[in-house]
């Protein structure tokens, strides 16, 4: 997908946006949200443990934090540091944040502070009241803040928004689409497998689609993803139900309806299997 193709699809929320200082107290653990987090960093420092590795947060450097990505934070002297919490609007099958591989930090500029401050300025009810994750990233007060966000005035929102693409666009200068596979064939299939995620997807379809036999798909798909196309398939399905039990109020059938699978029972074994827990569980966590 063409990054200029894209922008088009690209419709990004502020939930939080605020200035935090912290001495020693920025240590939270097991963090997992739905939504993008950015950081200017203007004192101190502190670190932020990822699955690829831990990065030392320092002054005047961006850094940025996919959504769904598990991270934990460290902090053990005096650290200030501006947040932006974002959150995809996804109107499409696709998701442009998730589609790039961006990189976690890049030197900020004069002009990145100006934008930063200047969001805080004209959004001063979306800063938060606790740095605490879990006083903020829960069901109830996500969808607060997508509501808050739609309901401020059109000059802001449109001010606000273009803010955020020209942050974003820093980092889209060194992002490259995620290359999920090398083989042209299985990424027609990721590509089938993205756009109908919400429909019953099975081995057949995909390995007629990628002109190949059932058994050679197959083979050449865990080859080349290091998953089955079933496992895949249902990882995908459920960071898509992990998204819809935290920005939406629907019930559990309705959500492994709307995820293709007629055995609401089935899907929370599937769940449960994958995320650790059951979706109830999950959302219990949330509230």
Not at 121 to 140: G, H
Not at 216 to 232: A, D
Request: glycine share 4%; charged share 25%.
């Amino acid at each position: 997908m063409d990054k200029l193709q894209s922008i088009d699809k690209l419709h990004l929320l502020i939930l939080n946006v605020g200035l935090a200082i912290h001495n020693a107290d920025w240590n939270w653990k097991n963090i997992n949200s739905p939504f993008t987090r950015l950081y200017y960093v203007t004192e101190g420092t502190a670190q932020i443990i990822l699955p690829i590795g831990t990065y030392e947060l320092s002054p005047n450097h961006l850094y940025l934090i996919p959504s769904f990505m598990p991270h934990s934070y460290s902090c053990t002297s005096h650290f200030s540091h501006y947040y932006l919490h974002i959150y995809e609007d996804q109107q499409f099958e696709t998701s442009i944040l998730e589609d790039w591989d961006f990189p976690i930090e890049i030197p900020a500029s004069k002009l990145d502070m100006e934008l930063i401050k200047r969001l805080c300025d004209i959004n001063p009810n979306m800063k938060l009241r606790q740095s605490d994750p879990t006083t903020y990233d829960n069901n109830p007060t996500l969808i607060q803040n997508i509501i808050k966000n739609k309901q401020r005035g059109f000059s802001i929102k449109v001010e606000s928004r273009g803010i955020i693409y020209q942050l974003i666009s820093r980092f889209l200068q060194n992002a490259k689409p995620k290359i999920k596979a090398e083989d042209g064939r299985i990424q027609k299939a990721l590509l089938y497998i993205q756009k109908n995620i919400y429909e019953p997807i099975n081995i057949e379809q995909l390995s007629e689609i990628s002109c190949l036999s059932k058994d050679h798909f197959i083979r050449l798909f865990k080859k080349e993803m290091g998953s089955t196309p079933i496992q895949y398939i249902t990882q995908k399905k459920m960071e898509k139900a992990q998204l819809i039990l935290v920005t939406q109020d629907i019930s559990i059938k309705n959500i492994a309806y709307m995820l293709g699978y007629d055995d609401h029972s089935y899907f929370i074994r599937i769940f449960k299997k994958t995320i650790g827990e059951t979706p109830q569980e999950y959302k219990k966590h949330l509230i």
